[in-house]
């Protein structure tokens, strides 16, 4: 969650140039579909709540994913 954390105050700082930003986020999501499963339930969770569309949807298309694991 610290790396997470890390990244977030990344994004939030005015000073962060674009390019920055947009590396971030695409790993991020990279790392959403990809390899979803290294994420903890808690920290899908609150990537997706994250302002940029990108990291919300990739959160909450892992979610679905794990939903048959919870359910059974």
């Known amino acids: 969650m610290a790396t997470l954390e890390a ?5 939030d ?4 140039p674009e390019i920055i930003r947009n590396h971030i986020i695409d ?3 990279y ?6 499963q290294v ?5 899908v969770e609150w990537l997706r709540e994250w302002d940029d569309a990108r ?6 298309n892992e979610l679905k994913k794990r939903m ?3 359910t059974s």
């Open 39 to 43: 994420f903890t339930a808690r920290e």
């Open 27 to 29: 790993s991020l999501q």
């Open 68 to 70: 048959p694991e919870t």
């Open 7 to 11: 990244f977030r105050a990344v994004l």
């Open 13 to 16: 700082d005015q000073r962060t």
């Open 55 to 60: 990291i919300p949807l990739a959160a909450s």
């Open 31 to 36: 790392a959403l579909r990809n390899y979803g």
